[in-house]
């Protein structure tokens, strides 16, 4: 019995030790295991909202304090 507990304990360490010492190696391979199915490498779709990247946004016209504020900076010189 105190035989097998031994090698129960050693075999233990041994694999704490493994893990320890090839951590990185064992957490980037469960993380690809993990998120394998979870990535798109491409925008297939054709649901495209908002503006298209570097446009500008268009004028809105806001009450503030019963103004209408049709410019952004117009908020913040009042």
């Given amino acids: 019995m105190k ?4 090698v129960g304990v050693a075999v233990a360490l041994l694999v704490i030790a493994a893990g320890l010492v ?12 993990i998120t394998a199915d979870k ?4 925008d297939s779709d054709s649901f495209n909202p ?3 990247v570097g446009a500008s946004l268009p004028e809105a ?9 049709t410019a952004l900076n117009a ?4």
């Fill in 50 to 52: 908002g503006l298209p």
């Fill in 3 to 6: 035989k097998a507990v031994l």
């Fill in 39 to 42: 990535c798109v490498d491409a």
């Fill in 22 to 33: 090839f951590r990185e190696p064992l957490f980037n391979a469960v993380a690809n295991v």
């Fill in 75 to 78: 908020a913040s010189q009042g």
């Fill in 61 to 69: 016209r806001v009450l503030y304090q019963c103004a209408e504020i």
